[in-house]
């Protein structure tokens, strides 16, 4: 859920045109928004125009999460579809890809924006220091995004092109790409001065001090950093006062799918079907993007791109080697649901229905896009263990996670490099649906078989070693295209090598 944002000429941003960077385009129409932002109340108008900004279907609002499975091996396109997310669902992308085209754009707008804020030179409250954190924050998601989206990973290729950074407006500037290691010194700095200023607890639907920290520990993850993960994770789980649910809290499924979707009466129950963001409480969300009857992304709201169910698309669908990696009594089982041959109209074999975002068009709320969970932390927490040499501890904190989910399981006990496995499986399991597999596959430089369709069966094998300037493949590209428009406009952005 999400209050109302006013939208008002303060914060209004000019479109770019093909024939102009985003980058170089200055982000305000007439006065400067730096000098026309004066009180605390202009901060926090300028802030939230910089929230709704990643509500945005092409980033946080569907895309983010959606490409996490789309490309790993958690969901596929149904055969009967609406040509949305195809190019990723069969790796073609082109350099004039539109999801790339506006990942690029909405996320460079949101760093403009945050920019404003943390610029804007007002200080002496709590308040100006809580918005001013936020913006930090934000403006780290974003390039974090972003050189994950469009450079090779860290663990591969720290040296490589990541994505210009852009800490203020300069009209005679045309960025180039920064080194993707520079990049992430960036990002970390950004939430060490979130993690400074933030005091307040808004919400779940802006960040937070440990919402900030629970970022970081992600960073550090995606590094390979396990020393300063594990202590970043464990001041989220130590000293936030975050909690994970009851079983029954979690997922409490009531009704049925019926024989098609116009006669399901389905729900998850429990904290799955709840749309509303916490406004006081602290339970499993450190931060999300609210959505509300008012401000959500109608048609192309993530939970439309699931779910036929009250009016949705549907187009994507789960994959049956996931489902089969739930116990039936995990409650999450709830959430990967087996509907059966013939369920979804012209798609052949078993339907899996993913019902993490049953409220696309709800009448009171609609679905929030979970960014940060607490389960998540924990997982960090569990995989930084094992790589600082603390078997016993990163198979306590597996457990943590895996018997909290599934009561009738007696935990992992492994041993070696079986615990990683583990870890990996727990992850997969607990955050599917949310955008996680693809970039742990990436980051520890697996293979994995892509599924582009499951009945009948056509799929890709995909090697994540291949993936840097000194290895890639054109066919099965990892990252995102460069937008042809930028290349075009801004002489000194190079392209990735395997789209050239």
């Given at each position: ?308 169910a009250g009016g949705g698309y549907g187009d994507i669908l789960a994959l049956g080697g996931l489902y089969n990696l739930y116990s039936a009594t995990d409650v999450r089982k709830g959430l990967v649901v087996d509907a059966g041959v013939g369920y979804r109209s012209g798609q052949a074999g078993n339907t899996y229905l993913a019902y993490k975002y049953p409220n696309a068009f709800g009448a009171a709320d609609r679905d929030d896009t979970k960014i940060l969970r607490l389960a998540d932390v924990i997982l960090i927490a569990a995989e930084a263990y094992y790589n600082t040499s603390d078997p016993d501890n990163a198979n306590l904190y597996l457990n943590f996670v895996a018997k909290k989910r599934d009561p009738s399981f007696a935990g992992y006990a492994s041993t070696g490099t079986q615990i990683l496995e583990d870890i990996l499986t727990e992850r997969r399991k607990e955050l599917a649906f949310e955008g ?65």
């Amino acid at each position: 859920m999400k209050n109302k944002i006013y939208i008002l000429a303060l914060v209004v941003f000019v479109i770019s045109s093909c024939s102009q960077s985003f980058l170089e385009n200055e982000p305000y129409t007439g006065t400067s928004l730096n000098s026309a932002i004066k009180t605390e109340s202009d901060l926090l108008v300028a802030l939230t125009g910089t929230y709704s900004q990643l509500r945005s279907y092409y980033i946080f609002g569907a895309s983010g999460s959606i490409k996490g499975d789309l490309q790993a091996d958690n969901t596929y396109i149904t055969t009967s579809n609406t040509n949305r997310y195809t190019t990723l669902n069969n790796f073609s992308l082109t350099t004039s890809d539109t999801y790339a085209y506006y990942d690029w754009y909405y996320n460079y707008t949101a760093i403009k924006y945050a920019n404003l804020v943390i610029n804007s030179g007002l200080s002496g409250t709590a308040n100006i220091d809580q918005y001013v954190g936020e913006a930090y924050a934000i403006r780290a998601l974003s390039h974090f995004e972003l050189v994950r989206d469009f450079a090779h990973p860290y663990t591969v290729a720290p040296n490589d092109p990541g994505v210009p950074i852009i800490k203020s407006f300069n009209k005679d500037t045309l960025p180039s790409r920064a080194s993707v290691k520079d990049v992430y010194a960036q990002v970390i700095s950004d939430l060490d001065k979130a993690y400074n200023l933030l005091t307040l607890y808004r919400g779940s639907g802006y960040f937070s001090k440990y919402a900030a920290r629970a970022l970081q520990a992600r960073v550090y993850q995606n590094q390979g950093d396990w020393v300063n993960a594990k202590i970043a994770a464990l001041d989220v789980i130590n000293n936030s006062g975050w909690s994970l649910l009851a079983p029954a809290a979690y997922v409490a499924p009531s009704g049925s799918l019926g024989t098609s979707y116009a006669k399901s009466t389905y729900s998850p129950g429990g904290y799955w079907n709840n749309a509303a963001v916490q406004t006081s409480t602290k339970n499993e969300t450190l931060f999300e993007i609210a959505s509300d009857v008012t401000n959500n992304n109608g048609f192309v709201s993530i939970g439309s791109l699931y779910l036929q169910a009250g009016g949705g698309y549907g187009d994507i669908l789960a994959l049956g080697g996931l489902y089969n990696l739930y116990s039936a009594t995990d409650v999450r089982k709830g959430l990967v649901v087996d509907a059966g041959v013939g369920y979804r109209s012209g798609q052949a074999g078993n339907t899996y229905l993913a019902y993490k975002y049953p409220n696309a068009f709800g009448a009171a709320d609609r679905d929030d896009t979970k960014i940060l969970r607490l389960a998540d932390v924990i997982l960090i927490a569990a995989e930084a263990y094992y790589n600082t040499s603390d078997p016993d501890n990163a198979n306590l904190y597996l457990n943590f996670v895996a018997k909290k989910r599934d009561p009738s399981f007696a935990g992992y006990a492994s041993t070696g490099t079986q615990i990683l496995e583990d870890i990996l499986t727990e992850r997969r399991k607990e955050l599917a649906f949310e955008g996680g597999r693809f970039w742990d596959l990436v980051r520890l430089k697996r293979t994995w078989t892509k599924v582009i369709n499951q009945n009948p069966l056509k799929s890709i094998s995909i090697n994540a070693a291949n993936n840097s300037n000194a290895s890639f493949s054109k066919i099965t590209p990892l990252v995102y295209p460069i937008p042809q428009a930028e290349i075009d406009a801004n002489k000194n952005i190079t392209q990735n090598p395997e789209f050239n």
